[in-house]
Nanobody, 127 residues
Framework: QVQLIESGGGLVQAGGSLRLSCAAS????????MGWFRQAPGKERESVAT????????SYADSVKGRFTISRDNAKRAVYLEMNSLKPEDTAVYYC????????????????????WGQGTQVTVSS
């Protein structure tokens, strides 16, 4: 049974930083691309960042480029999202997800390519 458990969310002032973590279990973690997504109230879920199996390739939404960094530790079965220079518009529930297809990654990977999702962690950035 696939489990993805996010942690690290919270309330932070604009300009601050947070580090999200996602602990994975129930599948061969190193075989799947991973991603972070977010959904703000009244908005559709959007991709924030994705990372290939080995962590050698990443992609980011334009809105977070230069501020957020995705990484993974396959030995620890974890994926991380380092968020710096946070803005109020970053406020959302952040979700960790695992790609459905193994041994595959594309910088054009989309939400529909991810089949397993965590419960989410709330990030609130105050102005």
């Amino acid at each position: 049974q696939v489990q993805l458990i996010e942690s690290g969310g919270g309330l932070v002032q604009a300009g601050g930083s947070l580090r999200l973590s996602c602990a994975a279990s129930g599948f061969t973690f190193s075989q799947n691309a991973m991603g972070w997504f977010r959904q703000a109230p009244g908005k559709e879920r959007e991709s924030v960042a994705t990372i290939s199996r080995a962590g050698t390739s990443t992609s980011y939404a334009d809105s977070v480029k230069g501020r957020f960094t995705i990484s993974r530790d396959n030995a620890k079965r974890a994926v991380y999202l380092e968020m710096n220079s946070l803005k109020p518009e970053d406020t959302a529930v952040y979700y960790c997800a695992a790609a459905t297809r193994t041994h595959w990654y594309s910088s054009l990977i989309r939400s529909a390519d991810f089949g397993s999702w965590g419960q989410g962690t709330q990030v609130t950035v105050s102005s």
